[in-house]
């Protein structure tokens, strides 16, 4: 039975936080499948903003389970953070609840230490990380060093795991960087104590999985930033080190792909990147200021996690192109429609011009992408207000145009469109 997800089709933050809300109402349990506290979704429910970083957004809804699964890297300290936040409102974090998959490999302070090290050490090169030690707690996976989520229910087992660990974190910041050391007995206080708390939510993510959906029941894959920032299949090396594509759900929740039914693009009407790295439609001056917004509004194109202003751009289709191929796409969600009302025209990246040649998929080779130029079309705009819109009939001539030249662009349908950040905002097409 059916195992959705939902993929991000950009740079991240395409407001992914929307249709995991809508869809998580029919869903038994609701997964993070890679990434961590690297992510920020915003939730909007009436006047109540819930920001979530680490918790899957079905969290909101009572009577869904909330999985962080295999594929994710977890720092203690914030996860708690966030479930006493949660708690705080009145919503129920207990351990039948929010489950943490015994797989899943934790972020330590001595991964946010390196990570902050390594992109000192850039300089001009740097990724633009988000220094929540993401890279280094992924890399020590991958050297099969990491520590792993079930530690937690291990004292004696995750003090000596984590001493190893800072001491060895620690001897290269000493000897590599010239950094001060970190307090070893101080973390392993606080991680005693943070395991307490949250050794009652670890789980065999994998098997809870298969028990739902033997039970015919639903799971959502909630996606964390999005396929250019994946690590096989974005602009590598401005990338994120986990995969967030749909690939990546399959291995970071431990389910066969023979369970999916529906893989969701989430695509802003315009493009967003934060961080280092190429960017083809990028605009600065007047016209970025624009769609980016005042930083006033929650959803203005600021950084969730680090409050950073987003760089910003027009739509990009060989963008959408290539994650319909990578992820297999059933359909996209396109959000923030509303943000392009006003506009008397708008640019739309149809192909890249690359050395005179015209080019319609999108290079993952930077030195390639770097030569490319964006070949616009440009459609007509629309005057009208269409944050009232509820259905297709609501909007403008030229919106609807937009969102079908995108569809056709894009090769895939749109499903829903955003036209703004309200739960009832929200048009099915
Ligand atoms: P890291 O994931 O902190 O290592 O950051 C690597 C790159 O991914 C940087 O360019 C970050 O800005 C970007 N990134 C990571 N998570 C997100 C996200 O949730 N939204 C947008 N960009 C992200």
Redesign the pocket.
Known sequence: MPLTIIIGAQ???EGKGHITDRLAQGAAVVARYS?GD???HTVTIGNEIFKLHLIPSGIIHPGVVCLIGNGAVVNPAVLLREMDALAARGIDIGPARLRLSGSAHLITPGHMAL?RAHERERGRGA??????G??PAYADKARRVGLRAELLANPAALATTLAGHITATNDILARVYGEEPLDAAAILADYAALAVRLAPHLVDGPALLDETLARGQTVLAEG???TL?DLDHGTYP????SSPTAGGAITGLGVGPRHVDRVIGVAKAFTT?????PFPTELDGAAAARLRGTGENPWDEF????GRPRRVGWLDLPILRHARQINSLSDLVLTKLDILSGLAEIPVCVAYDLDGDRRAGFPTDLAVLARCRPIYETLPGWREDITGARCPADLPANARRYVDFVAEGAGVPVSYVSVGPGRAQFIAL
Not at 127 to 132: E, K, Q
């Open positions: 740079w991240g933050d990434g690297n992510a920020g990570d990724i633009g990380t988000t220094l929540r993401i890279g964390a930033q999005g920032l401005f990338v994120t080190s990147r934060v961080g280092s790295g950084g969730t996690t680090t």
